[in-house]
């Protein structure tokens, strides 16, 4: 063995044969790294400015938004395509490439987010489809009026007491009359421990410790995508391992409270145990915990933070939506002594879903000038895919992508687009209802976002006590006011994160 050893360590001493084994395993594994499919001709032009040798079009996830609209207005219908390693991907715009995108059967929501997606969890458990229709049926569970209506209280007690510790936090140093805030701490925190009240366990929920080193390991999680190893599949990347580790963390986290539970024969009337008494897998189980808070944290969290920013900058906008709040606690109060937060804490779901229509306005807008992502579906269907008219196809076992700014800051149907104008969508205006597929923030077509209810239930009762407990103006982290407006979300973004410079508000109690 020894002396095998040495001869494999001396190539010059090699004979002819290990040479030519050893060049023609390099030769088959550059062909099988540098192989494509072949593609006919009605697929969209490929865009070859952006495509490296074995990669692909890595701009795709540096610089996405600017290398789409290259992309795009190189070809006279829109639709380009591109590779992501070997995946082959066809890039949609317009109207018909948005009808096609979001109303055709064949393309799989699913399996196109799985392959192309940089930054959610990993499915581990079980085949994807059945796996898809678990999580769909256990969030549609849990999201009925039945379910919410049990937890109201606890969620209305949790944005209560986040802003009560607001109330009490120090005051700034140089404007003593002014506390000062970051949203995507305050907020950000709360809506985790919402969703973790709604979806999640409650020892979680109740324990700081445990509350607290869960929510870094998403943060980290989130952090370490491997853009990397959408490309190269078969490469253990540093933030994969990383990722990895984190998932790991998550699920022995969870693991453990399921034990705990077996072994003290403890049941905890929770939305982990209604998960559990499904019969799944301990596999699913967690696998469901860890994506659906992953999901809920990452885009309710970024848009509750910006919610307050916008409005601070938009002082009439800020006034309406106040005057809606107040009115709702006047509508509600039954006695003159109860405050603002002792009313909001009495409303039903159904309350909190129909009485704060310009917060929901508020956030729809946050979502179109903030969501700088793309959707992707693939074509699991048995033949290609027209799209539109164009005589394009979107080819069997290929993949989709439609970047959401190319309607959503459009303006040809949106009026100033890149500006937080929540009147737009008033009757007079409506100018999200142009045309089909014209907002398509909360999902479109085939596909609506299963957690939307949800969702809008934590922005409506994160920014109601807000608003109906502080007043508040844009802000400098040392509490003096703030002139420079919000920054526009980095269009170079593959999804939704906070800003990596910090955004502040400065905010007191009202005076009633």
Known sequence: MQAIIERLLQPKAWPTIMWAVVMAGLTFLLHLLTTRPSLSH?????WKPDDLPILGAWRFYSHRQ????????STDTGNFSFFIGKKHVVGVSGPEGRKTFFDTKDLVLHDGFSALFAGFPEQSAGDGENFN?????????????????????????????????????PVSDSHPDWRVMNPFDSMYRLVYQLTTRTIGASEIAEDPELFNRTLSIFEQFESRTSVLKLFLPWLPTPNFIIRMYSGARLYKTFLDIIKSREKSG??????????????????????FEIASLFAGLVNSGIHASYIPLYCADNPEWKAKVQAEVDGVVAKYRSTPDQSPAMVLSSLSVEQWDNEFPLIDLTLRESIRIGQPGCGFRKNNGPRDIPIGSTGEVIPRGSYA?????????DPNIYTDSQKFDPTRYFHDRAEDRKMSHTYVGWGSGRHPCVGMRFAKLEMVLSSAYFFAMFEFEPSEKDGSLRTEPVPPVDAKLHQVRKPDDPIFIRYKPRAY
């Open 42 to 46: 009605a697929v969209p032009k490929l």
């Open 66 to 73: 600017e290398m789409y609209y290259d992309a795009q207005t």
């Open 133 to 169: 229709r678990f999580f769909k049926m256990c969030l549609n569970s849990l999201f009925k009026s039945e379910s919410l209506n049990k937890k109201i209280d606890l969620l209305a007690n949790d944005a209560q007491r986040m802003c009560e510790a607001l109330a009490v936090a």
């Open 266 to 287: 403890k049941r905890v009337d929770d939305a982990f145990q209604h998960i559990i008494d499904t019969g799944a897998s301990t596999s699913d189980v967690i696998s």
């Open 401 to 409: 992508a439609y970047l959401f700014n190319d309607v959503h800051l």
